[in-house]
Nanobody, 118 residues
Framework: QIQLVESGGGLVQPGESLRLSCTAP????????VQWFRQPPGQPREFVAS???????AYLNSVKGRFTISADRAENTVKLQMTNLKPEDTAAYYC????????????WGQGTQVIVSS
C-alpha cells in the first residue's frame, strides 16, 4: 500500500510563507506525476501544481509566481513552497501521485490544512 504523507500546513497571516512537503516511497518520486491539489471550504478540489519525472512543472494561474513545486529524490519528497499567501489560498492541501500516464495507479495523501487569516 502506497502512502503519501503531507506536512507543513498551518495558520499564517496574509503575505507570509509556508512550505508543504509530501513524503512518498522512493518509487513514486521520479516515476510519477506528483501534484498538489487543494479544496477550499465548501468548494470542489482544484489542481494547484504538478511536477513530472523530467522536472517539468505546471501551476494554477492564480498561484503562478507565488508557489513553487520541487522534487527531492534523495529525500523522496515533493515540496510546495508558498509565498505571499492570500486568504483565498485557505484550503486543505492534498498530495497526489498520478501514474495513469504510464498505466500506473493514482494515490492520494490525507491532506494538510492551510489557513491564511489576519
Amino acid at each position: 500500500q502506497i502512502q503519501l504523507v503531507e506536512s507543513g500546513g498551518g495558520l499564517v497571516q496574509p503575505g507570509e510563507s509556508l512550505r508543504l512537503s509530501c513524503t512518498a516511497p522512493s518509487k513514486i518520486v521520479g516515476l510519477y506525476r506528483v501534484q498538489w491539489f487543494r479544496q477550499p471550504p465548501g468548494q470542489p478540489r482544484e489542481f494547484v501544481a504538478s511536477i513530472l519525472p523530467n522536472g517539468d512543472t505546471a501551476y494554477l494561474n492564480s498561484v503562478k509566481g507565488r508557489f513553487t513545486i520541487s522534487a527531492d529524490r534523495a529525500e523522496n519528497t515533493v515540496k510546495l513552497q508558498m509565498t505571499n499567501l492570500k486568504p483565498e489560498d485557505t484550503a486543505a492541501y492534498y498530495c497526489n501521485a498520478d501514474g495513469s500516464q504510464w498505466s500506473r495507479p493514482i494515490y492520494w495523501g490525507q491532506g494538510t490544512q492551510v489557513i491564511v487569516s489576519s
